[in-house]
């Protein structure tokens, strides 16, 4: 299952690989990709929407499904 994400708040390298560790620490999450310029996320996996928008929000950032 692919999910999207838009992502706010990066504003550098650090902040895109904070979310991405957040993505990854969710169970399920096989893959995660940050994308610091587009503010999106893709992430490969079995993990559902609200686990990984949670993820995100406590790593600090805004984060919302990509429509």
Same mark, same amino acid.
């Given at each position: !299952? #692919?999910? %999207?994400?838009?992502? =706010?708040? !990066?504003?550098?390298?650090?902040? #895109? +690989? +904070? /979310? %991405? @560790? $957040?993505?990854?620490?969710?169970?399920?999450?096989? #893959?995660? +990709? /940050?994308?610091? @310029?587009? @503010? =999106?996320?893709?992430? %490969?996996? #079995? $993990?559902?929407?609200? &686990?990984?928008? &949670?993820? /995100?929000? %406590?790593?600090?950032?805004? &984060? +919302?499904?990509?429509?």
């Amino acid at each position: !299952m #692919r999910t %999207e994400l838009n992502v =706010t708040g !990066m504003t550098c390298g650090h902040c #895109r +690989s +904070s /979310v %991405e @560790q $957040a993505l990854l620490a969710v169970p399920g999450v096989q #893959r995660a +990709s /940050v994308d610091l @310029q587009a @503010q =999106t996320a893709v992430i %490969e996996g #079995r $993990a559902g929407l609200e &686990a990984l928008l &949670a993820a /995100v929000r %406590e790593a600090g950032y805004g &984060a +919302s499904p990509l429509v």
